[in-house]
């Protein structure tokens, strides 16, 4: 079974940073992809970000230029800089792991609260 487990959300106020960490536990393939989901109060869930293992990543046209998904395949991390949050970027994040081909399987961690006070 895979674990994820998020951590690094907080409370921060408009500008500010913070960064967000995400270890797979496991029996973890390593053709994957990785990536940040968030979902905000009465809204879908939406891809904020994501990186294949070769490290090629794709934003969200609404955090490009202000986050940035990084990961270190050795420890099976992901991470997520977020800089000069803005109080729509509030929202619960949540870390996503999928196996690519040949192997199958995709995953989802408990999420983690990021507030941006205004």
């Known amino acids: 079974q895979v674990q994820l487990v998020e951590s690094g959300g907080g409370l921060v106020q408009a500008g500010g940073s913070l960064r967000l960490s995400c270890a797979a536990s496991?029996?973890?393939?390593?053709?994957?992809?990785m990536a940040w989901y968030r979902q905000a109060p009465g809204k879908q869930r939406e891809l904020v970000a994501g990186i294949i293992s070769g490290g090629v990543s794709n934003y969200a046209d609404s955090v490009k230029g202000r986050f940035t998904i990084s990961r270190d395949n050795a420890k099976n991390t992901v991470f997520l800089q977020m800089n000069s949050l803005k109080s729509e970027d509030t929202a619960v994040y949540f870390c996503?792991?999928?196996?690519?081909?040949?192997?199958?399987?995709?995953?989802w961690g408990q999420g983690t609260q990021v507030t941006v006070s205004s």
């Open positions: 996503y792991l999928r196996f690519e081909s040949p192997y199958y399987g995709s995953f």
């Open positions: 496991g029996n973890i393939f390593s053709r994957n992809t």
